[in-house]
């Protein structure tokens, strides 16, 4: 597989609660290198932007305000299937359908507050990146 990048955001739940560096660790552990990072108060704007694909839901509202209710963690991870690794890293959205061993299963609050966003394909991963990065701010 190729060496490719995927977009990550640690959210408001786990900033709080202090676990960037756990987060962190997993991501290393399993291979992926952070090679861009910052910690940024998200503004509602750029929020409901970066969630636009879920305008529709019931849950839009609300997952914009919780994503701008505290600092999260924007980050480039960089790897051998970075896109793939890093979801299986993160598991399933709902932590009651995470697998064991998870970020999501391990730190996740709820279904909303799951701690971690992860780009769902190569595609995404790209305009996510560039969203928040300027190439300058990526060093592999
Ligand atoms: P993903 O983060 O695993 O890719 P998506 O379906 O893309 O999941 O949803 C984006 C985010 O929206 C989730 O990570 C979670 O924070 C929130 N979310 C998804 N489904 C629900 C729901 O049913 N209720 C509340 N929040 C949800
Ligand atoms: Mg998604």
């Known amino acids: 597989m190729a060496i ?22 997993r991501f290393e552990k399993a291979g992926l290198r952070i090679v861009a990072q910052k910690r940024i108060q998200m503004t509602e704007a750029q929020a409901k932007k970066f969630y636009e ?34 979801r299986e890293i993160m598991g399933a959205t709902n932590p009651a359908d995470a697998a064991d061993g998870t970020i999501r299963k391990d730190f996740a609050e709820s279904i909303e507050a799951n701690s971690v966003h992860g780009s769902d394909s190569l595609e995404n991963a790209a305009i996510e990146i560039a969203y928040f990065f300027a190439g300058s701010e990526i060093v592999g």
């Open 53 to 86: 694909v879920h305008a529709a839901r019931p849950f839009y509202g609300e997952l914009v305000s919780f994503m701008i209710s505290g600092p999260v963690v924007v980050q480039v991870l960089e790897g051998e299937g970075a896109v793939l690794k890093n």
């Open 4 to 25: 490719e990048r995927t977009f990550s955001i640690i959210k408001p739940d786990a900033t709080k609660r202090n676990l960037t560096g756990a987060i962190n660790d």
